[in-house]
C-alpha cells in the first residue's frame, strides 16, 4: 500500500519521525508540493496525507485515492462532498493542540500586558545601564487580575483559554452556540455577543469559521466594545476584518491585539496589520511546540491503522 504525504515540513521539519507511517505501508514523504505536482505526486497511492493545500473534485477524479488523511484539526481544503460520492474516507486530528493553543493566548497577552521583549532589547542597548532609577519602563505595564475576558466559542480550546484566565484572577464571560450552563460559577458566565462585546476587557477567539462568524470581529462590533479593549485571535484569520481592526488600532478604541493567524497566510505584504498600532503578529505557531506536533503525528498514524484495521475513526465525511 502506498502512502504519500504531500506537504510534511510544518509537521516535521526533522524533529520528530516518520517511522509510525512507515510501519503501515510504501511511504513517500514530500517537504511541500506544488499545486501543479499533486496529481503527479499522489501517482497510484491510495492514502495521502495533506494540510493546507486543496484536494479538490479534479485531483480526486484523476487519482486513485481511498483515504484522506488531514494533519490538522479543519478539513475544509478537502471536497467532501466529491470524497463521499468516490467513497473516499476523510480523517482529521480533532484533539491535538488544545494545551498549546491556549498557552499562545496567553503569551501573546502576557506580552502585550509587560512588553517584555522589548524591555529585553532596551536593556541590552544599554538603557538600564544608563538609567538614573533603579527600574525604568517604557510601555504602560498592564495587570489581569479583576479584568474580564470574553472568550467567543468555547469548546476545548476555550475552556483551557478560560481555565487559564480564571487563574490569572479574571473573570471569564464566554459566548457558545450551545452553551454549558453547569459550567457556570462565581468566575464564569454563559452571555450573548452584545454582553460579551460590552463589557470584556479582553475578547479571544476560539470559535469554527462559518458563514455566521466570519468577520465577527468588524467595525459594528468593535464600536459596541469597551474603549480600550485588547483582542487576541489564535483561531482563524477570517473571523476578523482586518482594515477594520487595523483602523481601531490606529484610533486607540482597541488598545493592542495579539494575531497567530491572518486572513492570507503566508501574511501579504499589504496586510493592513502589518502597519497598524500596538498589534503583535507571529506566524501561526500555536499549534507548534514539539509536544503537540507529536500528538498530531501518533493521532494521524493512529487514524490510519484503525483504517486498515476496517474500524476507521475521526472520519469527517461519512
Given amino acids: 500500500m502506498k502512502i504519500v504525504v504531500l506537504e510534511g515540513y510544518t509537521l516535521n521539519p526533522g524533529d520528530l519521525t516518520w517511522e509510525g507511517l512507515e510501519k503501515l505501508g510504501d511511504l513517500t514523504v514530500y517537504d511541500r508540493t506544488p499545486e501543479d505536482k499533486i496529481v503527479e505526486r499522489i501517482g497510484d497511492a491510495e492514502i495521502i496525507f495533506t494540510n493546507k493545500l486543496k484536494i479538490t473534485r479534479e485531483i480526486l477524479e484523476q487519482t486513485n485515492v481511498k483515504y484522506i488523511g488531514v494533519l490538522a484539526t479543519g478539513y475544509n481544503i478537502v471536497d467532501i462532498v466529491a470524497a463521499k460520492e468516490k467513497d473516499i474516507l476523510v480523517s482529521n486530528i480533532p484533539t491535538y493542540g488544545t494545551a498549546s493553543v491556549a498557552q499562545m493566548v496567553f503569551a501573546l497577552l502576557l506580552e502585550i500586558c509587560h512588553h517584555v521583549g522589548s524591555h529585553d532589547a532596551a536593556v541590552r542597548r544599554g538603557q538600564w545601564i544608563d538609567s538614573n532609577d533603579f527600574c525604568f519602563w517604557n510601555y504602560p505595564l498592564i495587570e489581569l487580575a479583576g479584568k474580564t475576558m470574553g472568550i467567543i466559542g468555547y469548546g476545548r480550546i476555550g475552556q483551557a483559554a478560560g481555565l487559564i484566565a480564571q487563574a490569572f484572577g479574571m473573570k471569564v464571560l464566554a459566548y457558545n452556540q450551545h452553551p454549558d450552563k453547569s459550567m457556570e460559577s462565581g468566575t464564569l458566565k ?84 502589518l502597519k497598524a498600532k500596538n498589534i503583535f503578529i507571529t506566524p501561526h505557531i500555536a499549534w507548534a511546540p514539539i509536544e503537540s506536533r507529536e500528538r498530531l503525528m501518533n493521532i494521524a498514524v493512529e487514524n490510519l491503522r484503525s483504517y486498515i484495521d476496517g474500524n476507521p475513526e475521526n472520519i469527517v465525511n461519512r
Fill in 190 to 273: 454563559f452571555v450573548e455577543l452584545e454582553e460579551l462585546f460590552s463589557e470584556s476587557d479582553v475578547i479571544s477567539l476560539h470559535c469554527p469559521l462559518l458563514d455566521s462568524t466570519k468577520g465577527i470581529i468588524s467595525k459594528s462590533s468593535i464600536a459596541k466594545m469597551k474603549d480600550g479593549v485588547i483582542i487576541i485571535n489564535t483561531s482563524r484569520g477570517p473571523l476578523i476584518v482586518e482594515a477594520d481592526l487595523a483602523e481601531a488600532l490606529n484610533n486607540g478604541k482597541v488598545y493592542a491585539a495579539g494575531v497567530d493567524v491572518v486572513s492570507v497566510e503566508p501574511i501579504e505584504a499589504d496586510n493592513p496589520l
